[in-house]
């Protein structure tokens, strides 16, 4: 199993910038992609943005130019930085690990607990 610890939620003003960390530890054969999604109130979880093994990303329409996703292999973790952000944007977020089991290498998928993301003057 995978845990996965979330960081660098908070409250912004329109325009701002913040940069969301994701660590991944535990017993896991290989991570493979790793990726954020967001949740805003009364809305369906959505994929932000994901980066395989790699090193190649895709992104949400809404926020293409305006985020960037990354990752540093050696620490097994994956960053989000967020720029000009809006209200829109406003959402809690959450980090996802594809990876294989560390015994069987079959595929699994592990979810961060979230960190809340608001963007309001």
């Known amino acids: 199993q995978v845990q996965l610890v979330e960081s660098g939620g908070g409250l912004v003003q329109p325009g701002g910038s913040l940069r969301l960390s994701c660590a991944a530890s535990g017993r896991f054969f290989r991570i493979n992609a790793m990726g954020w999604y967001r949740q805003a109130p009364g809305k369906q979880r959505e994929l932000v943005a994901k980066?395989?093994?790699?090193?190649?990303?895709n992104y949400a329409d809404s926020v293409k130019g305006r985020f960037t996703i990354s990752r540093d292999n050696a620490k097994n973790t994956v960053y989000l930085q967020m720029n000009s952000l809006k209200p829109e944007d406003t959402a809690a977020y959450y980090c996802?690990?594809?990876?294989?089991?560390?015994?069987?290498?079959?595929?699994?998928?592990?979810w961060g607990q979230g960190t809340q993301v608001t963007v309001s003057s």
């Open positions: 996802n690990v594809e990876y294989g089991h560390y015994i069987s290498g079959d595929p699994q998928s592990s």
């Open positions: 980066i395989t093994s790699g090193g190649s990303t």
